[in-house]
């Protein structure tokens, strides 16, 4: 995955924001890398830019040797169902669906040959195969939070980004989500960026980068 000088400038009531000035980034295949910064340094969009869910105004985004900047809305949506994954904080679960049929909905959409069976597979793999039939509602937040990473593993993508994954647990669950974070990602070598205010977390990634008024600052190891 590379980044390379990507402007962002939003507009807003008060004029124009520059949100993104100039960043540039290198990630090599399986890498686990931290995003430190305070609130609204960028660290959000940043994901964003590289899920294709925000378009640069200018620089160059390469995903998965694809650079998607190139790509149609169609084209991306279906790029970013294959080689890339996400976790927010937030879960974002669909309601009125069950953990197996959230998880198995973006092989539905890629037109998967099995998304059920990859799907049970995805929530087994995260210790959630007794929670196939259960709402979000029904279920804890760990619990909605490793559903979440279970549809974001499915599809196997080259790229795992995660925002405060998090956010809204406890610590205890908190660390247990990571962990198993860590591991799933270890399994499929997955390149993952990770957005996270906790220092000891960043600290398990394999090498760090700290961002401040829409630029790096700080990379370390």
Do not use: W
């Not at 197996?100 to 998304?115: K, T």
Request: charged letters at 20%.
């Amino acid at each position: 995955m590379v980044l390379d000088d990507v402007h962002l400038t939003l507009t807003s009531k008060a004029g124009p924001v520059n949100i993104l000035r100039g960043v540039s980034l290198d990630a090599a295949r399986g890498e686990s890398i931290a995003v430190l910064g305070p609130s609204g340094a960028g660290k959000s969009t940043l994901l964003a830019i590289i899920a294709g869910l925000e378009r640069a105004d200018s620089g160059r985004v390469i995903v998965s040797g694809t650079d998607i900047s190139t790509l149609g809305e169609s084209a991306l949506a279906a790029f970013r169902r294959k080689a890339v994954g996400i976790v927010f904080q937030a879960f974002h679960l669909i309601p009125t669906m069950t953990a197996l049929e959230n998880v198995a909905l973006p092989l539905e959409l890629g037109a998967h040959a099995d998304p059920f069976d990859a799907a049970r597979a995805a929530l087994a793999s995260v210790g959630l195969d007794h929670r196939l039939q259960h709402y979000p509602s029904q279920l804890s937040g760990g619990e909605q939070q490793r559903v979440a990473m279970a549809r974001a593993f499915v599809p196997e993508p080259d790229v795992l980004l995660a925002d405060e994954p998090t956010g809204n647990l406890d610590g205890e669950t908190g660390g247990a989500v990571m962990a198993e974070l860590f591991r799933l990602r270890a399994v499929r070598g997955s390149t993952l960026i990770l957005v996270t205010h906790d220092h000891a977390l960043a600290a398990q990634c394999d090498r760090t980068v700290q961002i401040a008024d829409g630029r790096i600052v700080g990379e370390g190891a």
